[in-house]
């Protein structure tokens, strides 16, 4: 007879992979059969956290055909399991997994909406602060040091060959499938929230990788570089006013500099 | 019938669980519902979740119940997630906090279920040792909840009553009954559901959950599963009045987590509950209860999956950044 841990390791290895043999003899169900009943327990592991999957990401489920993806979440609980209860976290992995996926490799717009569909649900879960406002962008140029600009902490992008939102509210309003766009097209998309609401924001590639490095905690100086690596013309007082009007900016303070341009 | 029992906080009446689907219509209709239950694990955040629940603890006593610090781990409890759950009774300071008599992490996986702790000494050492640690960081005691159990264990000692009981002893926790799992633990387990109740420390009992299962047809015959899917059975309420008889009325939860119906339907639930444990009372021991001879389910209407925005206030604003 093992002991307690060892026990509960056992049994936790055989719910994940479904082989209850092993742990059989160490249980009891009166008349019935001990691997029968645990079976009971990996029916409820499995269901449940498909469940899951499938709330975080419907309209990947649609994408991809149900049965596909429930195949496909069934294949990565088995590999890569929560380690913990806060099932808000769980998900994080999957649009990596059906990135490196060998059946969905020749679909990466499952991966794609996956990612946005992540961030999303990551989204709903952070926080979101007070706008500084527009009057702090004076504080920004009497900053000593290397200035920087606090960003919702909600704020989260996404980068796809497809037109993701498109296809993504479609499915909010309520369309039966998801129509596979014809010509795949790069989109930079941030999303943030207001309270309830979901904003999204198709953006261009300066304004993207300013906002990004900002989000990054990068200070002002190489998010800016970074921006006028992708469009020379790139406005920064501009741009930052827009980040006040939008509400994104929760504070303005001097940073070390964190980084270089690479 | 003890004068004391459990004291909880909780009005001696019944609440319901609170779940997303439901939010909106309990912020917009603020209906007549004692109390409300929420998982803690679905708090753990600073999201929009939090936020509905900031608005809407000001019109409810809340019950914070864990469905995840896997009190029986023989690795002892995650300290990164009683640190979230001392956050969130910190934010929420709910009248009362519960957990299950179950473990769900074993060899670094969290399985999402609440499997059985076999009922011997070195799992009452572990599991005391568990709650007494949570009940330190929380510094208030907590209620534990018996399982809806598929399986036992060859080396257990003792019943599961007994090993509740001496929890109660060594922790100074309470218990939460759940009446359903009791039902379905004595039909899947071969044991009399009314002697395991008798057998309890009823002073100790200081909150109750009554819930639906389903009956599946296995190889092995039938064995019920505790699903949270549908009405409370008229078996379970059977149960519910003869524990009231036995112990009195308590706080009651009507427990519903999937194919969620209508808030009216929980609150039909509730207010069933409220009415059987006042006649009960009314009988003062007498088992004569009038049951309706038929309880027609109210219409039921399904909802779409529960994605994190499923029914909340979600208004897509689709914009070019450029154009602000």
């Known amino acids: 007879m093992s002991d307690l841990r060892t026990l509960q390791a056992r049994m936790a290895r055989a719910i994940l992979n479904r082989d209850f043999e092993p742990v059989a003899g160490e249980l009891s169900a009166g008349s019935a059969s001990p691997a029968s009943r645990l079976s009971i327990y990996a029916n409820n592991t499995y269901l449940s956290l498909k469940a899951c999957l499938k709330a975080i990401f419907p309209v990947t489920q649609m994408l991809a055909d149900e049965r596909f993806f429930d195949y496909a979440a069934d294949v990565f609980i088995g590999r890569c399991p929560p380690a913990e209860a806060r099932l808000s976290r769980f998900g994080a992995g999957f649009p990596r997994f059906l990135a490196g996926f060998a059946p969905c490799r020749d679909y990466p717009i499952i991966a794609q909406m996956a990612a946005l569909e992540w961030a999303i649900a990551d989204m709903m879960t952070a926080p979101q602060l007070r706008p500084a406002p527009m009057s702090d962008i004076a504080a920004i140029a009497r900053t000593n040091g290397d200035p920087g600009i606090g960003l919702q902490p909600n704020l989260r992008f996404v980068v796809s060959e497809w037109p993701l939102v498109q296809i993504w509210g ?12 014809p010509h795949p097209s790069i989109s930079r998309i941030a999303i943030s929230r207001q309270g309830d609401s979901v904003q999204f924001m198709t953006i261009e590639p300066a304004r993207f990788a300013f906002w990004r490095a900002l989000a990054r905690g990068f200070p002002i100086r190489v998010a800016a570089a970074r921006a006028l690596g992708r469009d020379r013309l790139f406005d920064l007082v501009s741009e930052i006013a827009l980040l006040f009007r939008l509400d994104l900016v929760t504070q303005t303070f001097a940073t070390e500099s964190k980084g270089n341009l690479q | 019938m003890p004068a004391q029992y459990y004291p909880t906080g909780l009005p001696e009446v019944a609440g319901i669980g609170l779940r997303s689907q439901h939010v909106r219509g309990i912020e ?181 959950h009554l819930a639906g299962h389903v009956e599946n047809q296995t190889p092995d015959g039938k064995v019920l599963i505790d699903n949270h899917g549908s009405r409370v059975p008229q078996s379970v309420w059977s149960l519910y009045a003869d524990t009231i008889q036995l112990i009195g009325r308590r706080p009651t939860l009507i427990e519903w987590d999937s194919d969620l119906p209508p808030l009216d339907v929980l609150l039909g639930e509730a207010m069933w509950a409220d009415l059987l444990a006042g006649a009960v009372d009314l009988h003062s021991g007498s088992a004569d209860i009038a049951w309706p001879a038929e309880r027609r389910p109210a219409p039921e209407k399904k909802h779409r999956s529960a994605a994190p925005y499923a029914n909340r206030n979600v208004s897509l604003i689709l914009q070019d950044a450029a154009h602000v």
């Open chain 2, 28 to 208: 917009e209709r603020r209906p007549s519902v004692g109390w409300l239950e929420v998982h803690a694990e679905n708090y753990m955040a600073d999201g929009v979740s939090e936020q509905a629940l900031d608005r809407i603890r000001s019109n409810y006593a809340v019950s914070m119940h864990g469905v995840g610090l896997s009190i029986g781990s023989a690795g002892g409890v995650s300290q990164a997630h009683l640190e979230r759950l001392v956050e969130v009774c910190r934010r929420y300071e709910p009248a009362m906090v519960s957990e299950h008599l179950c473990w769900s992490i074993g060899d670094g996986v969290y399985l999402n279920d609440l499997l059985p702790v076999p009922h011997d000494e070195e799992a009452l050492a572990v599991v005391a040792d568990n709650i007494l640690r949570v009940q330190d960081a929380l510094k208030r005691p907590i209620l534990i909840e018996n399982l809806a159990t598929y399986v036992g264990f060859a080396r257990s000692t003792m019943s599961e009553p007994e090993f509740l009981a001496a929890l109660v002893r060594r922790t100074g926790c309470g218990l939460l009954l759940d009446i359903n799992n009791v039902f379905v633990s004595a039909r899947n387990m071969g044991f009399d559901a009314r002697q395991y109740i008798a057998k309890l420390p009823g002073h100790a009992i200081g909150e109750i």
């Open chain 1, 170 to 181: 479609d499915h909010r309003n309520g369309a039966q499938s998801a129509a596979m766009p």
